[in-house]
């Protein structure tokens, strides 16, 4: 065993370790898209908060409201991984226009539909790093601009995969096969594939269930970990393994873009915003993917400035390859009747 294996291998067995652990902890697509429905109550001046957001949620602050209004009651159940909400308002006046609900939580999405509309229809409201506002004075719908929904859904998809381990680890095993302009090649098929089916199930063109299509998305983190592992590093590729890469890399892209969808989905994006919000939610994804593997390159260059590129390559697909096995065995088990 050369020298490089062997210093490769005891970094990766001091990381391999913690890397199991967190494995465990880590979501692949840790999102909190919450809806917010607000109605009239049966007395004069009573109102109904209900909220549904997922059981990842977490620092669930008091809820802030307009100074005629108080909370008189509260109840809360989990349901289908999800956390179910619904508070009590009373207010002793009627509501202004401008009045809000301050919700303090760390959200990456939300919808809120009022029933002082007249209608059913929701809309989107802005998150930020203190939570969102929701319009409850309001009584029409009001539309966003094409500003609003492009800087909302860029910044929601560039989270999305900054957050989304599992995608990452795949890019990462892809910059770690190759470089140059094979890199470039296999990147742009990865894009065009998941692009094309976020596309069609985001339409319902293509209805998969989630749990499988997430549990081969980890099985693709292992698989090209492995391939990239059996390569020797600065070795050229033949045109035929090329090929093989660009087949493979494209199927994967095709599943990875089934997981982007159903995040995309549990944003609920209203009805006028719906092609807008795919399109600059997609460019938000580039745009993480591409800041990553810029990233990933330029560590790699500094590895290789001290000498230390080989170790860290292997180190870093044994650890990819491992997490992706954990997370194989934790989905399938997770669906399969009798493992869980």
């Given at each position: 065993?050369?020298?490089?294996?062997?210093?490769?291998?005891?970094?990766?067995?001091?990381?391999?370790?913690?890397?199991?652990?967190?494995?465990?902890?880590?979501?692949?697509?840790?999102?909190?898209?919450?809806?917010?429905?607000?109605?009239?109550?049966?007395?004069?001046?009573?109102?109904?908060?209900?909220?549904?957001?997922?059981?990842?949620?977490a620092n669930l602050a008091a809820l802030q409201y307009p100074e005629q209004?108080?909370?008189?009651?509260?109840?809360?159940?989990?349901?289908?991984?999800?956390?179910?909400?619904?508070?009590?308002?009373?207010?002793?006046?009627?509501?202004?226009?401008?009045?809000?609900?301050?919700?303090?939580?760390?959200?990456?999405?939300?919808?809120?539909?009022?029933?002082?509309?007249?209608?059913?229809?929701?809309m989107a409201v802005e998150t930020t790093d203190q939570g969102a506002e929701?319009?409850?004075?309001?009584?029409?719908?009001?539309?966003?601009?094409?500003?609003?929904?492009?800087?909302?859904?860029?910044?929601?998809?560039?989270?999305?995969?900054?957050?989304?381990?599992?995608?990452?680890?795949?890019?990462?095993?892809?910059?770690?096969?190759?470089?140059?302009?094979?890199?470039?090649?296999?990147?742009?098929?990865?894009?065009?594939?998941?692009?094309?089916?976020?596309?069609?199930?985001?339409?319902?063109?293509?209805?998969?269930?989630?749990?499988?299509?997430?549990?081969?998305?980890?099985?693709?983190?292992?698989?090209?970990?492995?391939?990239?592992?059996?390569?020797?590093?600065?070795?050229?590729?033949?045109?035929?393994?090329?090929?093989?890469?660009?087949?493979?890399?494209?199927?994967?892209?095709?599943?990875?873009?089934?997981?982007?969808?159903?995040?995309?989905?549990?944003?609920?994006?209203?009805?006028?915003?719906?092609?807008?919000?795919?399109?600059?939610?997609?460019?938000?994804?580039?745009?993480?993917?591409?800041?990553?593997?810029?990233?990933?390159?330029?560590?790699?260059?500094?590895?290789?400035?001290?000498?230390?590129?080989?170790?860290?390559?292997?180190?870093?697909?044994?650890?990819?390859?491992?997490?992706?096995?954990?997370?194989?065995?934790?989905?399938?088990?997770?669906?399969?009747?009798?493992?869980?």
């Amino acid at each position: 065993m050369s020298r490089v294996r062997r210093l490769a291998r005891l970094v990766a067995a001091v990381c391999l370790t913690a890397l199991w652990v967190w494995a465990g902890a880590a979501q692949a697509d840790v999102f909190r898209a919450v809806r917010f429905d607000f109605v009239r109550g049966e007395a004069q001046g009573a109102y109904e908060l209900s909220v549904a957001l997922p059981q990842t949620a977490a620092n669930l602050a008091a809820l802030q409201y307009p100074e005629q209004c108080r909370q008189v009651g509260a109840e809360r159940q989990a349901s289908g991984g999800q956390l179910l909400f619904a508070f009590e308002i009373q207010c002793d006046g009627p509501l202004k226009p401008t009045d809000t609900i301050l919700v303090p939580w760390s959200l990456d999405g939300a919808l809120f539909a009022s029933g002082l509309t007249g209608s059913n229809d929701s809309m989107a409201v802005e998150t930020t790093d203190q939570g969102a506002e929701l319009p409850i004075g309001r009584t029409a719908v009001v539309a966003r601009s094409v500003s609003q929904v492009a800087a909302d859904y860029l910044w929601q998809g560039f989270v999305h995969i900054l957050m989304g381990w599992d995608h990452l680890a795949f890019v990462l095993s892809l910059c770690l096969l190759t470089r140059g302009k094979t890199l470039l090649l296999l990147v742009t098929t990865f894009t065009l594939g998941h692009s094309l089916s976020l596309a069609l199930a985001f339409f319902e063109v293509l209805k998969i269930p989630v749990p499988p299509v997430e549990a081969v998305i980890a099985l693709s983190i292992a698989f090209m970990a492995r391939e990239a592992l059996m390569r020797e590093a600065g070795s050229r590729e033949s045109a035929a393994a090329r090929a093989r890469y660009v087949a493979v890399v494209g199927a994967f892209g095709l599943l990875h873009g089934l997981g982007f969808a159903s995040v995309l989905g549990d944003l609920g994006l209203v009805q006028a915003e719906r092609v807008p919000g795919l399109i600059f939610f997609n460019l938000g994804v580039e745009a993480g993917q591409l800041a990553f593997v810029a990233v990933v390159s330029a560590v790699m260059w500094a590895a290789a400035r001290i000498r230390i590129a080989e170790p860290a390559r292997i180190a870093a697909l044994h650890a990819a390859g491992v997490v992706g096995a954990f997370w194989v065995f934790e989905r399938v088990t997770g669906f399969l009747p009798g493992l869980s």
